[in-house]
C-alpha cells in the first residue's frame, strides 16, 4: 500500500512555504486536495471485484477471474450503511484453513499494505520537522498504529497463499496506486516548522482519505470476517483522524 509516501493526487510543486495561507485558505486547500483524493481512491475501489490476482490457488483450483458464487449459507455480508450486499455481485470466494475470503480480501490487502507503510513514513517526518505538539502526537500515533496493521495484513496474505502485491499493471487502468508523490516526499523532508505543519497536514489529510475510500470498498465487497472488520476500524480511525487534522490547519 516500497515507495515511500501516497496519494495519487499531487499537490503544488510550489513549496506552502513559499504560499501565505491564511486560516479559510489552508482549510479550503486541505478540503480541495482531500475531494480530489475521494474521487480517484473510489474509482479504484470500485474496480476491486473486477480484479483477478495471480498466486497459488489454497486448497485446489481458484475460481476464474470474474466467477461469482452465491455466499455458503445464503446470507451477504452486510454493507456499511446497514444493507446487504448482493451475492450474485460479489467476487468469488475461497475457503482455506486460515479463513474464508475472497479477490476484494485480496485486492484490499494489497492496496492497503503499502498504502499504511507510506503513511508511516509520512508521519515519521513530524517528529524532528513539527512545531505542534498535537501533529507530533497524531502523527506518532499514525505511524505505530498503520506499521502494526501492515504486519498484520502481511501476515494475512501468506496465510492465505496469496502475494503480497497485485500483479504488474494491474491497477493502470484506474490511475494506479494511491501513492504520494516522491517529490511530494521530498519537499516535506526539506520542511520545518510551521511551513512543514501546513504541507504536511494537507498531504497526510489527502492519504487519510484514500485509506478510508478503500475500506468502505471492503465493508461493501469483502468477505473475510478478519479483514472487513479491520476495515470498518480504518474507516473510523482515518476519519477521526482528517477530523483532527482539519482542526489544526484551521487553528
Given amino acids: 500500500m516500497s515507495r515511500i509516501l501516497a496519494n495519487r493526487t499531487p499537490l503544488s510543486r510550489t513549496p506552502l512555504s513559499r504560499m501565505p495561507l491564511s486560516r479559510m485558505s489552508r482549510g479550503c486547500l486541505a478540503l480541495g486536495i482531500a475531494a480530489a ?19 497459488p490457488a489454497p486448497d485446489g483450483a481458484a ?45 484490499f490487502l494489497q492496496m492497503m499494505i503499502p498504502h499504511h507503510r507510506q503513511g508511516a513514513e509520512l508521519a515519521a517526518l513530524a517528529k524532528a520537522r513539527s512545531a505542534r505538539e498535537p501533529v507530533r502526537t497524531l502523527a506518532a500515533a499514525i505511524a505505530a498504529t498503520q506499521g502494526d496493521e501492515a504486519r498484520t495484513m502481511t501476515d494475512w496474505l501468506r ?74 476500524r480504518i474507516e473510523r480511525s482515518r476519519s477521526e483522524q482528517i477530523r483532527q487534522m482539519l482542526a489544526e490547519l484551521s487553528s
Avoid at 37 to 55: E, K, W
Avoid at 91 to 102: K, L, Y
Fill in 159 to 232: 496465510a492465505w497463499r496469496q502475494p503480497l502485491e497485485a500483479e504488474p499493471h494491474a491497477h493502470d487502468a484506474h490511475g494506479g496506486l494511491h501513492v504520494t508523490p516522491a517529490e511530494e516526499a521530498e519537499a516535506l523532508a526539506g520542511l520545518r516548522g510551521a511551513a512543514f505543519d501546513a504541507r504536511f497536514l494537507n498531504v497526510l489529510i489527502a492519504h487519510q482519505h484514500n485509506a478510508v475510500e478503500m475500506a468502505r470498498t471492503e465493508l461493501k465487497t469483502g468477505r473475510n470476517p478478519q479483514a472487513v472488520e479491520l476495515a470498518r
Fill in 63 to 107: 475460481p476464474a477471474p470474474g466467477v461469482t458464487t452465491p455466499v455458503a449459507g445464503g446470507t451477504a455480508p452486510a454493507t456499511d450503511d446497514g444493507t446487504e450486499a448482493d451475492a450474485a455481485t460479489r467476487p468469488a470466494e475461497s475457503d482455506t484453513p486460515a479463513g474464508v475470503f475472497n479477490a476484494a480480501d485480496v485486492m
Fill in 37 to 55: 483524493s475521494v474521487l480517484a481512491a473510489s474509482a479504484c475501489g470500485a474496480d476491486a471485484a473486477s480484479h483477478h490476482h495471480a498466486g
